[in-house]
């Protein structure tokens, strides 16, 4: 699976890119690539999360393997572990040794190694690229990529793509630690938003107004970006449009726990957040903000 001797299939210096799955992410990343000025295809299982994209100069496709015909970086922004592994399987007549598999979904260790397994079967090279960052990092182009490939050549092919979608790329040495790390930064995420939705409903209950709670915090040691953002989305109740959906967060946090499990570990907070998230997504909040946790605590509280 060289690419030492590989040419980009447009002819030209740059490669063609196939974006498999249009969801938030998935658009954002396209669109920066597309302003990059790489080839793109894209294809999503309903189209019509994909046609906004013919504007930005894409190729619309209706199936995986019409993405994928010819592409040399196919770039999966997909659901899970399972949806992954079928669209790729969807493509594998066209694959034909050539571009190289950026698989940018959030899985577990294993998982990721799983995928690997079946780029070598598929013979394609394989990165694995799990993304630090929601929707506002991913429409600026600025996410971090935590990145691996079995392929040391996969990752000049790759340069271009990733760095039309992120501002930093972290290579580690093996498939799997970004998966790894990918969670461990998730479950400091996860447990800062269920924090920041307990402090203020604590607030709240005692009788002291919770934006007290965020400006004490502004300029402290402890203060962030985060807090910042989502804070008073909680307090305004602006938690309907999301940049993470909670239904996301409930399944990663599901993948933390799970690994953590597997690994002999048991992680009190994550187990408890994980929890309150798939409570949060059984009364209905899953494609709400994964700030509306806040709505399950207050209900909590009540």
């Known amino acids: ?137 991913a429409v600026a182009g600025t996410l971090t990529v935590l990145a691996a490939s079995p392929q040391q050549e996969a990752r000049e092919e790759v340069r271009p793509v990733l760095d039309a979608v992120g501002a930093r790329t972290v290579w580690l040495d093996e498939v799997g630690q970004p998966s790894s790390l990918k969670l461990a930064y998730n479950a400091w995420v996860l447990t800062t938003v269920e924090g920041i939705a307990e402090s203020l409903t604590l607030a709240d209950t005692l009788g002291v107004d919770p934006r007290l709670v965020i400006d004490v915090i502004d300029g402290s040691g402890l203060n962030s970006p985060y807090v910042q953002s989502k804070g008073p989305k909680m307090i305004d109740d602006d938690l309907d449009t999301p940049s993470f959906p909670l239904e996301a967060a409930a399944k990663d946090a599901g993948l933390i726990t799970d690994t953590a499990r597997a690994a002999g570990l048991h992680l009190g907070i994550a187990e408890v957040v994980c929890e309150r998230l798939h409570r949060a997504a059984d009364d209905g909040l899953g494609r709400a903000d994964v700030a509306a946790t806040y709505r399950t605590s207050r209900q909590a509280a009540s």
Do not use: F
Request: include cysteine.
């Open 1 to 137: 699976m060289s690419g030492a001797n590989r040419k980009p299939a447009s002819g030209q210096g740059e490669p063609v890119v196939a974006v498999l799955g249009t969801g938030t992410m998935g658009k954002a990343m396209a669109r920066n690539i597309a302003a990059a000025g790489l080839g793109l295809r894209a294809w999503n299982r309903n189209r019509a999360a994909a046609e906004p994209l013919a504007d930005a100069g894409a190729e619309v496709c209706d199936t995986p393997a019409e993405a994928c015909r010819g592409a040399d970086v196919v770039l999966t922004a997909l659901a899970n572990e399972k949806v992954v592994a079928g669209v790729m399987d969807q493509a594998r007549d066209v694959l034909d040794g050539h571009p190289v598999w950026v698989q940018t979904c959030t899985v577990s260790p294993e998982g990721g190694r799983h995928l690997a397994e079946q780029a070598a079967r598929l013979n394609v090279p394989y990165v694995e690229a799990p993304l630090l960052g929601t929707k506002e990092p």
